[in-house]
């Protein structure tokens, strides 16, 4: 597993702007981070965001934030 995989990422439609924007509470509390016209676009924009997040952390020698957000619900196979 890669370091930026511990941190959930989704992305949401955001009906106001008429876009789907990401977001990553643990890395980026104060809301969402980038947008896209669709899912997949708003998505790969998240998860470069957080890869180049974790590795400036890392290169400041700072200490990564603790992933502390959960889904709801872990996925039973039925």
Known sequence: MKTEDQYLKFVSWEEDD?????????????GGVC???TEEEAYAQL???????VADL????EKLPK???RPM?????V
């Open 18 to 30: 008429q876009l789907y924007v990401g977001y990553c509470p643990d890395l980026f509390p104060a």
């Open 35 to 37: 947008h896209g016209a």
């Open 47 to 53: 998860c470069e965001l957080v890869r180049e997040e």
């Open 58 to 61: 890392a290169k400041a020698g």
């Open 67 to 69: 992933p502390s957000t």
């Open 73 to 77: 619900r872990e996925a039973v196979p």
